[in-house]
């Protein structure tokens, strides 16, 4: 099944602690993307890459590193957590983002 | 940067009413796209329209690209409870890295 799968969907961690949060696609999609989504504020672009060891800053990318050392993963990097990265993130890859999105399940970190 | 702004951000209907939620750009876009989100879940694709002018439907739904391709709009014909979720436009320049709307949240009432 063609599809974005995230982990991990939910994670409660203190202020400070590094967390990774993985992205995987099996659609062999150049493009990945991460989002975040806030009440009231949509989607917000946090980093995308358009190829292997190709990133480039999104909308909201401080205190966020990505890699994308291969096609298939994208990870989310939060080097140094804080309260106000508390949000909902979506992972979302696309075939040159000719034909829409796909996105993963999300997951719901929360910062303490 | 580029920006897309959706409007309504909230639309409470009753059952069988219609319902348009519209994307406006402050530049030319080469495409827009439309997502749906049930509560609690992702965002979904639904289409994508690159032609100025376009017109495309989808059982109830028909979705426009505006002629200087600055705006869009979906429109939704007698809704049900199972059109229920947010509604997001996505806007594209030349890289289709696109740009979200802030969404419009539909609510129907049975």
């Known amino acids: 099944e063609a599809q974005v799968t995230q982990n991990p969907r939910y994670l409660i961690t203190v202020t400070g602690k590094k967390l990774t949060v993985t992205c995987s696609q099996n659609m062999n999609h150049e493009y990945m993307s991460w989002y975040r989504q806030d009440p009231g504020l949509g989607l917000r672009q946090i980093y995308y890459?358009?190829?292997?060891?190709?990133?480039d800053k999104g909308d909201v990318p401080e205190g966020y590193k990505v890699s994308r050392k291969e096609k298939r993963n994208f990870p989310l990097i939060l080097e140094s957590p804080s309260p106000n990265q508390t949000s909902l993130y979506f992972c979302?890859?696309?075939?040159?983002?000719?034909?829409?999105?796909?996105f993963g399940s999300g997951t719901r970190l929360t910062v303490v | 940067g580029q920006q897309v702004m959706q409007i309504p951000q909230y639309q409470h209907v009753q059952e069988g009413e219609d319902f348009t939620t519209y994307c406006n750009s402050s530049t030319t876009l080469s495409n827009i796209q439309w997502y749906k989100q049930r509560p609690g879940g992702h965002p979904v694709f639904l289409i994508q329209l690159v032609k100025s002018g376009e017109v495309k439907k989808q059982k109830r739904l028909t979705f426009q690209f505006g002629e200087a391709k600055k705006n869009s709009s979906l429109h939704i014909t007698a809704t049900q409870t199972t059109d229920v979720g947010t509604y997001f436009c996505?806007?594209?320049?030349?890289?289709?890295?696109?740009?979200f709307g802030r969404g419009t949240s539909l609510i129907v009432h049975p």
């Open positions: 979302a890859s696309s075939q040159q983002g000719r034909d829409g999105y796909t």
């Open positions: 996505a806007g594209g320049g030349g890289s289709y890295i696109p740009t």
């Open positions: 890459s358009m190829n292997v060891e190709v990133t």
